[in-house]
């Protein structure tokens, strides 16, 4: 059973940090790439970041300078630092995995993050 939880998502103010995590199980996660991506109320939703298995990393513009994807294959788990944090960050972040050559993809159930004074 693939299973992709999201922790440390949360309230805080504009100008602060979170660190998102998104622990997996149930596949050979070294071998995906993992992304996080993020859904406000009414948008659609949309990558904020990935890296692939050869630790190749994309962003979003609107990540960019103040966000920073990473893994660690040894603890099944990706992480999303998160600095300079701006109302327009607040959405509901959602952890993904994918295995192209497999045709494999997998969500998390996604975990809340509020940016607000």
């Known amino acids: 059973q693939v299973q992709l939880v999201e922790s440390g998502g949360g309230l805080v103010q504009p100008g602060g940090s979170l660190r998102l995590s998104c622990a997996a199980s149930?596949?050979?996660?070294?071998?995906?790439?993992m992304g996080w991506y993020r859904q406000a109320p009414g948008k659609q939703r949309e990558l904020v970041a990935r890296?692939?298995?050869?630790?190749?990393?994309d962003y979003a513009d609107s990540a960019k300078g103040r966000f920073t994807i990473s893994r660690d294959n040894a603890k099944n788990t990706v992480y999303l630092q998160m600095n300079s944090l701006k109302p327009e960050d607040t959405a509901v972040y959602y952890c993904?995995?994918?295995?192209?050559?497999?045709?494999?993809?997998?969500w998390g159930q996604g975990i809340q993050v509020t940016v607000s004074s």
């Open positions: 993904n995995a994918v295995r192209i050559a497999y045709n494999r993809a997998y």
């Open positions: 890296i692939t298995s050869g630790s190749t990393i």
């Open positions: 149930g596949i050979a996660f070294s071998f995906y790439t």
